[in-house]
Each structure stands twice: as C-alpha cells, then as structure tokens.
C-alpha cells in the first residue's frame, strides 16, 4: 500500500511517500478499514519533529483521523461487516492514518453519518472527541453560560463555536478580521481579532469585569496564568496544550479557578455526541482545504506557516 513514512524526525521533508508492507488481521476483534480521506492535526507535526519520540519506533506512519471502509473483519466482530463506511480516531501510538489501509480494534470504530462525504468526515474524529470532552465532560457548559474560544478559526475552535452554540453558551472567540463572517456564520457571538488587541483584556471590558464562566485553551504559552483575567468568579478552564514551562496560578486561586487537562487519547464514545449533532444538522465539519495524500508535505507547510496568505479556517483534509 501507498503510505507516508517517516524514517527521521524534522521538517515536512521528513514525510516520504513509499510502498509498505499493507497489514492483515492479527486478532479476531480486528477491522482492516481502506482509508479513504484523513486530516491534518497539529498532533501530527508535533510527532513528525519528534515531540513524543520516547513513546515511538522509527519507521512510524502518523495521522490521527480516518474516514473509509471496513474491508476486512476478525472472526469475534459482530456489529461490523465489509462496506460499512466508518470513521475514527487511531490509538495514538500505533500507526497512524497517513496509509491506504489501516488496522484497529473494532471498538475503536463509529458508525459514518450517511449525509457527510469521507472529506468531511475525515475532518471529525480527533478534534470532535476532544471538543465534547472539553465543553460537555470537563467544563459542564450550560445554557446561559459565557464561553471564550481562542483560535476559532482553528480546527479545535470551527467545531468549539458550534458545539458551545448548541449547548446554549454566548460564545466570545478570537479571529482575524477577514474572518469574522465566517466566524459569526458559525455561531459566534462576538469575534475579537487576536492581531489586533490582547482578547484578554477585551473580554474584561466586553462583560465589564465579570469575566467569561468558561475558557478553552488552545495557544498555551502563559494563558495558564494569564487566563483568569478573563475568567469569572468560580470559571473553569480547560486546556488542551502541553505545559512547556512553569505557570504561575495565583490569579486562578484568587477566582477560585478550576482547571481540566485535556490530552484526548481513543475517543470513541466522546465522538457519539458529535455524530448526533451532525445527524440533526446542528453541526457541520469546517474544511480549509483538500490535499491528496501525496501533497502532505505541502499540507503540513500550511499547517504550521504563521505567514500563509490566506488564513486558516477549519481542517485541512487529505484524500487517499
Ligand atoms: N490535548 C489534546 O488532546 C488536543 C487535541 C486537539 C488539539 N490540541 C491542541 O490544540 C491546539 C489547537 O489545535 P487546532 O487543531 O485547532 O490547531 P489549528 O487548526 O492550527 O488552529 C490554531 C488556531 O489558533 C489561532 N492562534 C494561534 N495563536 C494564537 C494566539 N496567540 N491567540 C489566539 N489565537 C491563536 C490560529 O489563528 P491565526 O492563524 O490567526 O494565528 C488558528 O486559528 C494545538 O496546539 C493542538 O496541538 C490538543
């Protein structure tokens, strides 16, 4: 099978198209998926430079997103057969989805709602299992809340936006200015441009010092500590970003702060809600752009250039 191989941690040159061995069943509780479209998470960079190399062997496949079709399935299977149209998020550190073929425990899978093409699909899994965990497991938003969402136009926040609007939150996000329809169109409330103002500040004039009730974090660096300048009193915050170093969190003692760390891991059954959210039309996937999978390198350029003409806005998706 065609796969994208990386033999060396570094840059997006690491990331080499080869033919590989395609795998088979090795268990009975086994499903062989043909994919047909994965995407682009930061995960992927971060493992590609060698973040997590601890917990890898080189060679490693990356990718963390699937929509295909079952191929194959183990002898204990029961709920799956061949031509069911599936998506998922791969156990990380196995390999990932950047492949023709990939191979997972069946109790990895869910089920592809009908109306949505594999490119929308694909777009889903890693970040919609990541977005109910933050705002419906950790953060128990609720009707009436106040919710801030920086990057919305990231993959994380697209969805954040809409999940949060669902959920009956007031959703304040940060956007460049040329987005802000787009952002608006998603749900948002009030778009605040990052290259502009400190949101931060913003948030404390905007809800005249009372601060939001909720608060994402997908930037890091010193939100941690800077965060509960926007929180209000008894705020949660949820991160999604590793600590790279020391936080201060005496301003969060102060508001009585409470803080959830979030590293999805397989997230199958935080996906379910998103997949019902889908189905009702509440939800959509956002997608930046459509790459084949022999462009990853220029796909993951994309991805991580901070001076890109065109801004970011939703997933970029790879078809397979
Ligand atoms: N812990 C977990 O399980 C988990 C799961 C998923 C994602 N994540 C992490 O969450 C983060 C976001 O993921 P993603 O998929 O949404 O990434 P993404 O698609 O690359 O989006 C990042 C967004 O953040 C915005 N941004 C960058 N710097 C900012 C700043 N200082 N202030 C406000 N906004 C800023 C960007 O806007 P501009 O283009 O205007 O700069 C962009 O819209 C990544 O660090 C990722 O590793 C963690």
Do not use: C
């Not at 509780?29 to 992927?44: F, Y």
């Not at 929308?120 to 801030?148: F, Q």
């Not at 379910?272 to 350029?301: F, N």
């Amino acid at each position: 099978m065609k796969a994208i191989v990386i033999n060396n941690y570094g840059g997006p040159e690491v990331l080499q198209l080869k033919e590989v061995a395609t795998p088979s069943l090795t268990a009975p509780t086994q499903v062989l998926v043909r994919v047909r479209a994965t995407s682009v998470n930061p995960l992927d960079y971060q493992v590609r430079r060698g973040d997590y190399a601890s917990l890898f062997e080189l060679p490693l496949i990356t990718g963390h997103d699937v929509a295909g079709d079952v191929i194959a399935v183990g002898e204990a299977v029961k709920n799956w057969r061949p031509g069911d149209k599936v998506y998922y998020s791969p156990r990380f550190g196995g390999q990932g989805s950047y492949a023709e073929y990939h191979l997972t425990d069946e109790s990895s899978l869910s089920k592809m709602p009908e109306h949505l093409s594999y490119e929308e699909a694909a777009a889903v899994p890693l970040i919609g299992g990541t977005v109910w965990e933050m705002l419906a497991v950790r953060a128990n938003l609720k009707k009436g809340d106040t919710i801030l969402i920086p990057g919305g136009a990231g993959g994380v926040g697209s969805l954040a936006i809409q999940v949060a609007k669902t959920l009956g939150a007031f959703v304040y996000t940060t956007g460049q200015n040329i987005l802000r329809e787009q952002l608006q169109h998603l749900g948002a409330d009030i778009v605040i441009d990052h290259h502009q103002k400190n949101y931060l500040e913003e948030i404390q004039a905007l809800t005249r010092g009372k601060g939001v009730d909720v608060m994402i974090d997908t930037v890091g660096g010193s939100t941690l500590s800077d965060s509960p300048l926007a929180l209000a009193d008894y705020g949660r915050l949820v991160t999604l970003v590793d600590i790279a170093r020391p936080q201060n969190l005496l301003r969060a003692w102060e508001k009585n702060a409470t803080y959830h760390f979030v590293f999805t891991r397989q997230s199958r059954e935080e996906l379910h809600p998103i997949t019902r959210l889908m189905e009702a039309g509440q939800v959509k996937p956002v997608i930046d752009s459509v790459y084949p999978l022999e462009d990853i390198k220029k796909a993951h350029q994309r991805m991580e250039d901070a001076k890109r003409d065109r801004p970011l806005f939703g997933k970029i998706v790879l078809s397979v």
